[in-house]
């Protein structure tokens, strides 16, 4: 299976700060790369696809971009409501597998 | 507008077996290469793959957890079913129903893509005797 690491796994910062979260496939994916929010008690909700298209709805301070097998999802201008736990997730090969997750607080 | 929404038990006894329905609405279940499947999420927060069954009804399961798993639908109702034999405490968690949507591929035509677009609401099932 391809592992999948997430860092931090954790951060705080303030509304208004440019945030960026790192996920790390341990074998190439291309661009094989989804991001997810979640919110307590809420199913995750899905925010980008194939590393760096925005999907419908979210709001375009949302951005990911690749290298390699390094993945960034970047929050420009943080919003109260970005708070949450992000997931990273691969599907370029069987058994599609999820980062552990990043908890972003704001402070 | 695509929605998911799980039901079953939220409560089995080590050993049963967990069936899980999940009906949804917006999309048929037979549109070309969708594929609606079952992520767990357990309480200290990772996410699970279990299994995916496609328009064409071509299924994959986790390899971990293949022996245990069955996932079915009913185009006509709109309802993909899962269930997990022999349950145990390891299975505790909330269990969401997805929806995958397609792509196409010049050779082996709509696939489903394997990311999850749209989740339903989840449903918590605690294993305890």
């Known amino acids: 299976d391809i592992q999948m690491t997430q860092s931090p796994s954790s951060l705080s910062a303030f509304v208004g700060d440019r945030v960026t979260i790192t996920c790390r496939a341990s074998?190439?994916?291309?661009?094989?790369l989804a991001w997810y929010q979640q919110k307590p008690g809420k199913a995750p909700k899905s925010l980008i696809y194939?590393?760096?298209s925005l999907q419908t709805g979210v709001p375009s301070r949302f951005s990911g971009s690749y290298s390699g097998t390094d993945f960034t999802l970047t929050i420009n201008s943080l919003q109260p409501e970005d708070f949450g736990i992000y997931f990273c997730q691969q599907y370029k090969t069987y058994p599609v597998t999820f980062g552990p997750g990043t908890t972003l607080d704001i402070k | 507008q695509v929605t998911l929404k799980e039901s079953g038990p939220t409560l089995v006894k080590p050993t049963q077996t967990l069936t899980l329905t999940c009906t949804v609405s917006g999309f048929s279940l037979g549109s070309s290469g969708v594929g609606v499947g079952w992520i767990r999420q357990s309480p200290g927060k990772a996410l699970e793959w279990l299994a995916l069954?496609?328009?064409?009804?071509?299924?994959l399961y986790s390899p971990s957890l293949k022996s245990r798993l069955t996932i079915s639908k009913d185009t006509s109702k709109g309802q993909v079913v899962l269930t997990l034999t022999d349950m145990g405490p390891v299975d505790t968690g909330t269990y969401y129903c997805?929806?995958?949507?397609?792509?196409?591929?010049?050779?082996?035509?709509?696939?489903?893509?394997?990311?999850?677009?749209?989740w339903g609401q989840g449903t918590l099932v605690t294993v305890s005797s």
């Open positions: 074998q190439g994916i291309n661009n094989y």
């Open positions: 194939a590393a760096s």
């Open positions: 997805v929806h995958s949507p397609s792509y196409y591929h010049s050779v082996t035509g709509y696939r489903p893509t394997y990311y999850f677009d749209f």
């Open positions: 069954i496609s328009s064409n009804d071509d299924k």
